[in-house]
C-alpha cells in the first residue's frame, strides 16, 4: 500500500510536470539548434512551486517547501480540501519523514518516525483522539520496545500490549489505573495480577523467576511488594 501509495503519488508529479512544460507553463533555457538537430529533452528541471490541475483546472497536488525550507506533497480533494501530506518535519524533530490521511474532521492517519528513531502509526476516532497506537523504540540496553496501545473514548481507558527485555504482557487500565495485567514482570514473575481502583495490586497468581508458585492477596487499601511476594506466601 504505502510503496503503490509512493509510485502513484511521484509518477503524477513527473507526468504533470511533462505536461505542462509542453504548454509551454516553464520557461526552460534551450539552445538554438539547427531544424536538422534533433530536440534534446531538459534533464533538470527547477521550480519553487509545482501544482498539478485537473480538466477544470483546480489544483489537485501541490509540491512545494513550507515556511521552514522543508519539503511538502499535499493532494486535494475538487473541493480543494487536503486529504493526505507527505512530507519531513521541521530541522527540531530531526527532518523525520511522514505520512498523514485527513478528512473533514482532521487527521485520521499518522505514520511517522518519531524523535528517538522509532516508527509510530495512529489511527484517530471521528472525534480526532487517538483510537489506535503502534510503535518500536529503542531501550537503554540497545534493545527494542514494542508497544500496541487501544484506546477508549477516553485516553485513560485503554488495552497495551507490550514487548520489550524483562517485561512482557497484557494490561488494561481505567481511568489511567492498571487493573488488570498478564505477562512477565521485570523481576521475572510471570503471572496474572488484578488491582484496585487506585491501581494497586490486589491479588497476584503467578510463577516466581526461580519456579516457585505464589497466590498473594493484599489486604484492604495496602499493596504488595512484588518483588519478595514469592517468600511471603508460596505455594508448591
Known amino acids: 500500500m504505502r510503496g503503490q501509495f509512493l509510485s502513484t503519488l511521484f509518477g503524477g508529479v513527473v507526468g504533470g510536470s511533462i505536461v505542462l512544460a509542453l504548454q509551454g507553463g516553464f520557461a526552460l533555457a534551450q539552445p538554438q539548434l539547427s531544424t536538422n538537430t534533433p530536440q534534446l529533452t531538459p ?10 490541475l485537473d480538466s477544470k483546472g483546480k489544483v489537485r ?6 515556511s521552514n ?8 480533494d475538487k473541493n480543494q480540501q487536503m486529504k493526505a501530506v507527505l512530507g519531513l518535519g521541521n530541522q527540531d524533530r530531526h527532518e523525520n519523514p511522514f505520512l498523514y ?14 524523535d528517538d528513531g522509532g516508527p509510530t502509526f495512529f489511527l484517530n476516532g471521528q472525534d ?6 503502534l510503535c518500536t523504540s529503542p531501550d537503554t540496553n540497545g534493545g527494542d520496545i514494542s508497544q500496541l496501545v487501544v484506546y477508549g473514548n477516553d485516553k485513560g481507558n485503554r488495552t497495551e500490549i507490550i514487548s520489550a527485555e524483562g517485561r512482557s ?5 481505567s481511568q489511567n489505573a492498571l487493573r488488570t495485567n498478564c505477562g512477565i514482570m521485570p523481576n521475572g514473575l510471570a503471572g496474572f495480577m488484578v488491582n484496585g481502583r487506585d491501581g494497586k495490586p490486589g491479588t497476584v497468581i503467578g510463577i516466581t523467576a526461580d ?23 508460596s505455594h508448591k
Open 69 to 76: 525550507d522543508e519539503p511538502r506533497i499535499r493532494i486535494l
Open 128 to 133: 480526532g483522539k487517538p483510537r489506535l497506537f
Open 61 to 66: 497536488m501541490s509540491l512545494r517547501c513550507d
Open 211 to 233: 519456579d516457585r508458585r505464589i497466590f498473594t492477596k493484599a489486604k484492604s487499601g495496602q499493596g504488595i511488594d512484588l518483588s519478595d511476594a514469592g517468600q511471603k506466601k
Open 43 to 52: 534533464s533538470t528541471l527547477e521550480v519553487h512551486d509545482l501544482n498539478i
Open 101 to 114: 490521511m485527513i478528512d473533514e474532521k482532521g487527521v485520521k492517519a499518522d505514520l511517522s518516525i518519531a
Open 169 to 173: 504482557g497484557l494490561g488494561v487500565y
